[in-house]
């Protein structure tokens, strides 16, 4: 059975053939277009392997270069996979950030933030499986820079609702670990889908995960308004028996 492959250009772009003679490229371009390519035939082998599976003879051997390449690139295997996450959660952030307008409606903003993410996860489903599912077990350093990327997305959407509140004041507060919730949850759902079908239509989560999130700000007005009546018999009971 073939490893599938990655889609060209959206988290990694392969040169298939290097220019020679006059037009050839300086070393530095040749060492960045060789990065490339290791990192994508990686990624390739993650996706179908799994991360404990893959060495560096596998990498060397997809990815068509030689070992000294490879070390010429990273120093180990582990290097090699710090670096091609850091370009997945990079093209991630990137293309969010990007879609994100500040100064759009609530429901416009969160819309525009869920379909920028699944939409760039759906434009290349084998980096997406291998960085959403397989990298997890990379350890510690992986598990940071996902925190970190995935808080820096709550810290948008929370100064978002911030001002909305400014603009509207019958919106209610929300903490921040909501934020955080709401971005874990919709990686989450992306993670499930990409579980459960290499082939899955991503984008069939921007509908009620949008509705969700809208939802839960629309209605924490009401939820904060009602809490503040509640007993502390109510709170231990809450059918009040």
């Known amino acids: 059975m073939s490893v599938p492959k990655i889609r060209n250009g959206v988290f990694f772009s392969l040169v298939e053939t290097l220019p020679r003679g006059r037009n050839a490229l300086d070393r530095e371009a040749v060492a960045s277009i060789q990065r490339d390519r290791v990192m994508a035939a990686f990624t390739e082998l993650v996706a179908d392997r799994g991360l404990a599976a893959v060495s560096v003879t596998d990498v060397v051997a ?8 490879f070390y010429a690139c990273f120093d180990d295997l582990a290097a090699c996979a710090d ?33 920028a993410y699944l939409e760039t996860l759906q434009a290349d489903l084998v980096v997406a499986r291998a960085m959403q599912l ?5 350890g510690r350093p992986a598990r940071l820079r996902r925190r970190a990327a995935l808080r820096q997305l709550a810290d948008l959407i929370a100064a978002r609702h911030a001002q909305l509140r400014q603009e509207d004041p019958t919106v209610g507060p929300l903490p921040d670990e909501a934020h955080v ?13 990409l579980e459960d079908d290499p082939d899955a239509d991503l984008l069939a989560l921007v509908e009620p995960t949008v509705r969700w999130v809208a939802a839960a700000v629309n209605g924490a007005a009401g939820v904060d308004a009602s809490s503040r009546h509640l007993s502390s018999k109510d709170l231990e009971d809450p059918r009040g028996h």
């Open 62 to 69: 997809h990815a068509g270069v030689s070992r000294s390449a």
């Open 83 to 115: 670096a091609a996450y850091e370009r997945f959660i990079s093209v991630l952030v990137t293309r969010l950030l990007d879609a994100m307008d500040p100064t759009s409606h609530w429901h416009s903003f969160v819309e525009s933030a869920i379909r």
């Open 134 to 138: 397989e990298m997890d077990a990379a």
């Open 181 to 193: 919730g709401h971005v874990y949850a919709v990686r989450q759902l992306a993670c499930d889908a």
